[in-house]
């Protein structure tokens, strides 16, 4: 059997769930694998879904007619591999392992698979892929193309792994950010690097590790994070010694966040409830919204968004979106901070919620406080934070994050 094929063969299976049943990366639990071959799978996978559309026009020129999608999966996998420096006889002799093994749907096509790979320029070059139509064309009404193509540039990258550190504990040796996030080129094993045990930091973008830092959270005070889940804000806030509720309506999804609780030893009051119908006890001093969103800025590391969603749900997401808006507002004691983010690079969900909630809401004012690392560039005319995966592209880039700090007048 060709080197490699089990992780190959489960890659194929991801790609045909994700572009075949629109299933999201996360859908695939991988357990029945060794963890050396689903963590290179779904590796395999992802950097399939960055180069998908180049991949495609390659194999178009070598075929007459587009193949069952496993085997066009297969071939894609393996121009991909081949873009990427992998040796021509392993891609090859693996693809056609894997579209054997297929059966009677797909084992008669060997043949066309073993043509088609052997037909290949060497080396294979693939160009960037572009974003969905959908979702560039606001982009490119929003940003300009320049900058459009730049995120573009980024999102075909692997991305490196950020973490959040607390003051004081052991961590991985590693790049320091300017806003103090540590960055990790090749992390490996997380579970094995120093401080992990001791609760010393936590996996979490640096752009998503943003919002909290801008709620600048003080001991004692009472904060909701709000759709806290999966909780790595909440976990900032408790560190920073705030009395923190954390809500979400996933249970599946709070309980990684407190698995985090119990591995750093921090605490929190974790709620699972619908916040549209959820009421506390009491007022807030400070509410961290992190709203539900369109992910658009997390496409980096989330490859196979572009193919699994089509904007649809943008109007029913906004609509929610202000709902929340209104309803943190009444949680927030007079004087109160409300830190509005969501993880887009559309400004509906970011520039136009800010507008419509001021408009809603006459007595709230934008604050824009000192940030360390943060570069000027970022600061919308509003006060508001706006980051884009191009921001930082020599570094690896960063997620896309529309973020805002309101006061309630009191």
């Known amino acids: 059997m060709a080197e490699g094929v089990t992780a190959r063969a489960t890659a194929v299976a991801i790609l045909d769930g994700v572009l075949g049943e629109g299933r999201m990366l996360s859908d695939f639990s991988g357990d029945h694998l060794p963890p050396a071959d689903r963590a290179r799978a779904l590796r395999l996978a992802e950097t399939t879904l960055r180069h998908l559309d180049p991949a495609d026009k390659l194999l178009e020129k070598h075929l007459r007619k587009s193949p069952p999608l496993t085997v066009r999966n297969t071939l894609r996998l393996a121009v991909v591999e081949r873009s990427l420096g992998a040796p021509a006889h392993g891609t090859v002799n693996a693809a056609v392992e894997i579209t054997r093994q297929g059966g009677k749907r797909t084992a008669h096509l060997t043949g066309l698979v073993n043509a088609v790979l052997r037909a290949l320029p060497d080396p294979v070059t693939l160009p960037v892929q572009k974003l969905p139509r959908w979702l560039r064309q606001p982009l490119v009404h929003t940003y300009g193309r320049e900058v459009t193509t ?51 930091w936590w996996v979490q973008d640096a752009a998503a590790a943003l919002p909290a830092k801008l709620l600048q959270p003080r001991p004692g005070e009472r904060i909701l994070d709000l759709c806290a889940a999966p909780g790595g804000k909440t976990l900032q806030l408790a560190a920073a ?10 249970a599946p999804r709070l309980a990684r966040l407190q698995a985090n609780l119990a591995r750093t030893g921090l605490t929190a009051t974790v709620v699972t409830a619908d916040a549209l119908h959820w009421q506390p006890e009491g007022q807030f001093d400070a509410i961290l919204l992190d709203a539900p969103c369109s992910a658009t800025g997390t496409i980096r590391r989330h490859p196979d968004l572009p193919f699994v969603k089509d904007g649809s749900e943008l109007p029913s997401l906004t609509t929610l ?70 921001q930082w592209a020599d570094r690896g880039g960063m997620d896309g994050f529309f973020l805002v700090r309101l006061r309630k007048e009191g």
């Open 150 to 200: 730049a995120i573009e540039t980024v999102h075909s990258q692997e991305p490196p792994l950020d973490l959040t550190l607390r003051e004081g504990f052991p961590h991985p040796e590693g790049d320091l950010l300017p806003t103090g996030s540590l960055r990790l080129r090749t992390p490996g094993q997380l579970s094995t690097l120093p401080g992990y045990a001791e609760g010393g």
């Open 241 to 250: 010694g705030a009395d923190v509720t954390a809500l979400d309506i996933s």
């Open 321 to 390: 979106q202000s709902q929340l808006i209104d309803r943190a507002l009444t949680w927030l004691r007079p004087g109160g901070r409300l830190v509005f983010s969501t993880c887009s690079l559309l400004p509906e969900e970011g520039e136009a919620q800010l507008a419509a909630a001021l408009s809603r809401h006459p007595t709230l004012t934008v604050e824009r406080p000192d940030l360390p690392g943060i570069c000027a560039s970022w600061w919308t005319p509003d006060g508001a934070l706006r980051l884009r995966p191009d």
